[in-house]
Every structure is written in C-alpha cells, then in structure tokens.
C-alpha cells in the first residue's frame, strides 16, 4: 500500500470570505461554493485545495476547537516575477486582508511577502529575483 499527497484542507470561519480570498489567488472554487459547508478547488497536478466550515468539521469531531492563537503552516503560492509579488500583495491588502510581511528581497534570492487569509493561515508569495537559466 502507497499512501499519495492528494489535498490541503483548511478549516475555516467564513465560506463566502475564503472563497473569495483563494478565488483572488487563481484557485478555481465551483460558482456556488461560497454557499456550501465543504468547498474543492482542482489544483494542476491534480492536488486539491478543501475548506470545510467550523460546523463541518464538528459534526464529525464534536470535541474539535479553533486554535487560539495563529496557525503553524502556509501555502506558498509561486510567481511568474518579483513585480507580481508586489501586485498581488498590494490587490489583497487592499482588499482588506491582512498583510503579515510586506514584499521583500530574502537573502536566499526571492521576493517574498505573507499575507494572511480569512482565518489568519499565512499564504506566502515569492518570485526568484533571477530569471532561470535556459
């Protein structure tokens, strides 16, 4: 038996509020997702990316609370250019999102920023300075 990577899933307060989010970010959420308790976005490379309500995920795991305090993992979502770090970080927060770590030259050679979605899990955004060699 081989187990496969197959999903992220996200649990979240808002439905409407996360789609929107992802739905900026280019994950395609079916029309009508934002009205549903579970949603699915098709990932290329056939990942998928799920968000399921707090009251989803209580119905099976009555016990389950939300985290206190911020979130311990991100999704890190590749640029084409650095100057697409800069845009899509300014389009989300002033969008209303809040912005955790404003765009920046990382020593380890990318342009990098954070952004936090809905339920405060960090979305990393990044671009090599350099192009690549061909």
């Given at each position: 038996m081989t187990a496969r990577?197959?999903?992220?899933?996200?649990?979240?307060?808002d439905m409407a509020a996360?789609?929107?989010?992802?739905?900026?970010?280019?994950?395609?959420?079916?029309?009508?997702?934002?009205?549903?308790p579970h949603a699915e976005a098709g990932l290329p490379g056939g990942i998928r990316l799920l968000l399921d309500t707090e009251a989803t995920v209580r119905s099976f795991h009555p016990?389950?609370?939300a985290p206190a305090v911020g979130g311990r993992s991100s999704l890190a979502l590749l640029c084409d250019t650095p100057g697409e770090v800069d845009a899509l970080y300014e389009e989300l927060t002033g969008a209303g999102c809040h912005g955790e770590l404003g765009p920046w030259d990382a020593f380890w050679g990318q342009r990098y920023a954070v952004v936090h979605d809905p339920d405060g899990n960090g979305v990393d955004l990044f671009a090599p300075l350099t192009a690549p060699a061909q």
């Open positions: 990577f197959d999903a992220i899933g996200l649990v979240v307060s996360s789609v929107t989010f992802y739905r900026r970010l280019g994950f395609p959420f079916p029309e009508g997702a934002e009205e549903q016990g389950w609370r």
